[in-house]
């Protein structure tokens, strides 16, 4: 009983963190009511979890995916998305959009432009790469790279780097404009070291210094731009495995949209530009907790395999 009412008091006071940082948002100029969050990749995983995350911090969210409508045997749609997020403090609108073709990418602040007015955060969390992991019977991913598929090279690519770049080159202009804005690059540590497979790590690279650099030509705008890595998070496709994997120190996707929620909320967020902060330990640094009451221990570079 100990135990079940101290996750209760953590969740409570994780959420009263959350209101407060929301508050101070509006406070600080961070996020206008006109303005809000695009979330890229929000139907399923950490996308998903990042909107719902934003939702709950009263932050008003443009989630773009490819699916938009429920689909008997697809998992996730952005209708459900926006469902769960506006049953929490926030408000949710649906954006189809296919980040690997760039005319899509055009239509889609098309359609937020008007409507939303300004875009104060954008959470380039779209990945692709994680198509037929099996190829003729056999799991490609842990392959060495003249054995990798070509396509998946396009692939992360195309809907991970070249998407980041593109969403932000678009959404820039209105941040300086109003001297603030807050750009997220999803990252992971494959980044710093080689955990998974070359075009995996290749891309994660690309895409930290893809934040380094835009950081060095954000500065003096009011605008902050950082990677932001996840720890082992819960996402559809790691539950699928759960009874395989050790869970422990794991993380729900929410408790990523609470991190970007938490940054966003810092009047001091420009000192992180540039940088690869790590969800969990922000979780520290800020006081939030993940959904379930927890806190998940920071994993250090060199912990990791």
């Known amino acids: 009983m100990a135990v079940y009412g101290e996750v209760r008091l953590r969740k409570v006071e994780s959420l009263a963190v959350l209101v407060l940082l929301a508050v101070a948002a509006h406070a600080d100029g961070v996020a206008e009511p006109t303005e809000v969050a695009l979330v890229t990749g929000a139907i399923r995983g950490v996308g998903k979890g990042v909107d719902l995350g934003l939702a709950e911090a009263g932050v008003t969210v443009c989630a773009a995916a490819r699916t938009l409508a429920d689909t008997e045997g697809v998992v996730g749609s952005l ?22 073709d760039e005319c899509s990418i055009d239509s889609m602040f098309e359609q937020v ?9 954008l959470v380039n969390s779209a990945w692709g790469g994680y198509e037929s992991m099996v190829e003729n019977g056999e799991f490609t991913w842990p392959k060495p790279f003249w054995e990798q598929p070509s396509w998946r090279w396009k692939a992360m690519f195309e809907a ?10 678009l959404a820039v202009p ?10 997220v690059n999803v990252s ?3 980044a710093q070291r080689p955990i998974a ?5 290749a891309a994660k690279y690309a895409t930290d210094r893809l934040t380094t650099e835009m950081a060095l030509e954000f500065e003096g705008t009011g605008g902050t731009v950082v990677s932001l890595y996840p720890g082992l998070v819960r996402t559809e496709k790691v539950m699928e495995a759960a009874e395989f994997l050790d869970l422990s120190n794991s993380e729900s996707p929410q408790f990523m949209g609470r991190a970007v929620a938490a940054l966003a909320a810092d009047p ?18 800020y006081g939030f907790y993940d ?7 920071p994993l250090p570079l060199e912990s990791l395999p």
């Open 291 to 297: 959904i379930d009451g927890s806190s998940a221990e």
């Open 79 to 100: 209708e459900e998305n926006v469902r769960e997020a506006r049953a929490l403090v926030g408000d949710c609108r649906a954006v189809c959009c296919d980040v690997s």
């Open 113 to 121: 432009g008007p409507e939303c007015e300004a875009i104060g955060i």
């Open 197 to 201: 497979n070359v075009i995996y790590g």
């Open 174 to 183: 209105g941040m300086i404009e109003r001297g603030r804005g807050l750009i």
């Open 160 to 169: 991970g780097v070249r998407s980041d770049f593109l969403c932000a080159r």
């Open 188 to 190: 992971f540590w494959a």
């Open 268 to 285: 001091d967020r420009q000192s992180k530009s540039g940088q690869a902060p790590v969800a969990a330990a922000l979780g520290r640094e």
